[in-house]
């Protein structure tokens, strides 16, 4: 079982950077899926980037390409969120989430019903 534990969230002015952090409490193995999700008042939660642990592709949302960048360091058991160029739709609840025993194709890394671990969330803000 792993718990997880976001951080880093906060209010930024559009353009701005802000950094999350999920730490994992516990790894069963070192080789499954993990994600950031998002989800804003009144809408669905959708994922904005995924990783495999074990090494691979990363995986982003196309509303977030080229700004975010999600990276792992195994050492500290913590999975990453660097966000750049933030603008006012940015603006929500993150969560860190992991899938565990799940092996995911390409088309499912981003689907929020297939992250079995979730964190308490973070917030963000964007605005000027």
């Known amino acids: 079982q792993v718990q997880l534990v976001e951080s880093g969230g906060g209010s930024v002015q559009p353009g701005g950077s802000l950094r999350l952090s999920c730490a994992a409490s516990?790894?069963?193995?070192?080789?499954?899926?993990m994600g950031w999700f998002r989800q804003a008042p009144g809408k669905e939660r959708e994922g904005v980037a995924s990783?495999?642990?074990?090494?691979?592709?990363?995986y982003y949302a196309d509303s977030v390409k080229g700004r975010f960048t999600i990276f792992l360091d195994n050492d500290k058991n913590t999975l990453y969120l660097q966000m750049n160029s933030l603008k006012p739709e940015d603006t929500a609840m993150y969560y860190c989430a992991a899938a565990i025993g799940r092996p995911l194709p390409p088309a499912w890394r981003l689907g929020a019903g297939n992250y079995n671990y979730w964190g308490q969330g973070t917030q963000v803000t964007v605005s000027s």
């Open positions: 516990t790894y069963t193995s070192r080789n499954y899926y």
């Open positions: 990783i495999y642990t074990a090494g691979g592709p990363t």
